[in-house]
């Protein structure tokens, strides 16, 4: 007798192993979301109550002396936060990416080219507006600043929609976002990198080709990398190249599959890599992230005319750059190639959820605040960018979750 459950199971076990790792990673960046939310909160409470506002930014600005024989580190306790611990983040970024070209969304040209054209627009037409408001000023370097998309935040506004939201707009924000934070970080490494340091960069090109020859060699040790990926970090930092791109190297060193381990791609199998995300993820949603909310998302509005910093070019650049350059750049760099037969919506998706996912893409809390402590020196620039930041992330998350969910209450009443 012929067992029929058998395919069935198959299909079943392939479609959970593939969607397991999806469903855990909104479960968490939807709940580091609302943690990121409260601690920006605090964040702004803490920069204008009158009894802590002082308390709090000499607390950020705190200088720290690091001496190690005849190397030393001397920064404030903010920039240790943005070039050390978002150094891990963007690690964790960039296993992410690479899981993706492996066995994800990106893995094919069929699979990816959506949510690359996608996120081709909705980096390119975001840049545009920002720059359209600002050419010839000493403000046109923020013109990053509205290209990049939050993860955590854009994920967590799908969460709340429930169940009415299907897999599938999931799995594009996703893709669509990570292939935004690759876009940030080649953007970070091309154009917000200052004067190079040649020798400390010779000096992380060998500790980086270490690591490679150790990989290629199947030796494994967790020591060892973690002491290499430290002095590159270290190397990366004095060198000029922002030390956060050196996590993202790292990553791409790291090594897929386990030693002995059968090497072939199949989406079915876990990787090496997911045991580190899986590992990492957690710490990085739940600390690191709600760390660097706090340090970078503190504003003091009180002693300033908020209306004419919302009115400024640099802050209406960042938010008609998030509200409306995404959307419209998402819009018409998906549209258009689909038109043209080189891509194809994502099955059960229609034009108003790609609109609307464009809405949710100009949440840029996290990448647009590092993006901005990149970009401006003067604190004046500065906060108008945060500004901007802060209105435009609520404002596109209204709007995206408000079309998502009346356009699902319109296709129940059909």
């Known amino acids: 007798m012929i067992d029929k459950s058998k395919p069935s199971n198959i299909v079943r076990k392939t479609i959970d192993a593939v969607s397991s790792p999806i469903h855990t990673f909104v479960k968490l960046e939807a709940s580091s979301a609302i943690l990121l939310f409260f601690m920006a909160v605090i964040a702004m409470i803490c920069a204008n109550t009158h009894f802590i506002s002082d308390v709090y930014f000499k607390f950020i600005n705190l200088p720290i002396h690091l001496n190690v024989?005849?190397?030393?580190?001397?920064?404030?306790?903010?920039?240790?936060?943005?070039?050390?611990?978002?150094?891990?983040?963007?690690?964790?970024?960039?296993?992410?990416?690479?899981?993706?070209?492996?066995?994800?969304?990106?893995?094919?040209?069929?699979?990816?080219?959506?949510?690359?054209?996608?996120?081709?627009?909705?980096?390119?037409?975001?840049?545009?507006?920002?720059?359209?408001?600002?050419s010839n000023t000493p403000a046109r370097n923020g013109w990053g600043i509205p290209m990049a998309t939050d993860i955590a935040f854009a994920l967590g506004v799908l969460a709340l929609l429930g169940k009415?939201?299907?897999?599938?707009?999931?799995?594009?924000?996703?893709?669509?976002?990570?292939?935004?934070?690759?876009?940030?970080?080649?953007?970070?490494?091309?154009?917000?990198?200052?004067?190079?340091?040649a020798n400390y960069l010779g000096f992380a090109g060998i500790s980086l080709f270490l690591l490679f020859l150790l990989n290629f060699a199947g030796f494994r040790n967790l020591v060892i990398g973690i002491v290499l990926g430290f002095i590159t970090w270290f190397c990366f930092l004095k060198s000029g190249v922002h030390a956060t791109l050196a996590g993202v190297i790292l990553a791409f060193l790291t090594p897929a599959h386990s030693v002995g381990s059968d090497k072939s791609i199949d989406e079915t199998k876990p990787l090496l890599l997911d045991?580190?995300?899986?590992?990492?993820?957690?710490w990085v949603a739940f600390l690191i992230l709600p760390i660097f909310a706090f340090f970078n998302a503190g504003v003091n509005v009180i002693s300033v005319d908020i209306s004419s910093i919302v009115l400024s070019p640099v802050s209406l650049g960042v938010i008609l750059g998030l509200i409306a350059g995404k959307p419209i750049g998402i819009f018409i760099f998906t549209y258009f190639p689909t038109k043209l037969g080189w891509t194809s919506l994502p099955e059960n998706t229609t034009w108003i959820h790609v609109i609307s996912i464009g809405f949710v893409a100009g949440?840029?809390?996290?990448?647009?605040?590092?993006?901005?402590?990149?970009?401006?020196?003067?604190?004046?620039?500065?906060?108008?960018?945060?500004?901007?930041?802060?209105?435009?992330?609520?404002?596109?998350?209204?709007?995206?979750?408000?079309?998502?969910?009346?356009?699902?209450?319109?296709?129940?009443?059909?």
């Open 69 to 134: 024989g005849n190397l030393s580190l001397n920064k404030t306790l903010l920039l240790f936060v943005n070039d050390g611990l978002m150094a891990i983040f963007f690690y964790l970024v960039g296993l992410e990416i690479k899981r993706e070209i492996l066995v994800g969304e990106l893995s094919t040209p069929k699979k990816a080219s959506f949510s690359i054209f996608a996120a081709i627009g909705g980096m390119i037409f975001p840049a545009l507006v920002f720059i359209f408001l600002n």
């Open 164 to 197: 009415n939201i299907p897999a599938v707009l999931k799995v594009f924000l996703l893709a669509l976002a990570i292939v935004d934070d690759l876009g940030a970080i080649s953007i970070i490494a091309l154009f917000y990198t200052k004067e190079i340091a």
């Open 275 to 282: 045991n580190y995300i899986h590992s990492m993820h957690p």
């Open 363 to 414: 949440i840029g809390f996290t990448m647009s605040l590092f993006i901005n402590s990149l970009a401006y020196n003067q604190p004046e620039l500065a906060i108008q960018a945060k500004i901007g930041i802060l209105l435009a992330s609520v404002i596109a998350a209204i709007l995206g979750s408000s079309l998502l969910w009346l356009s699902f209450i319109k296709n129940k009443h059909k």
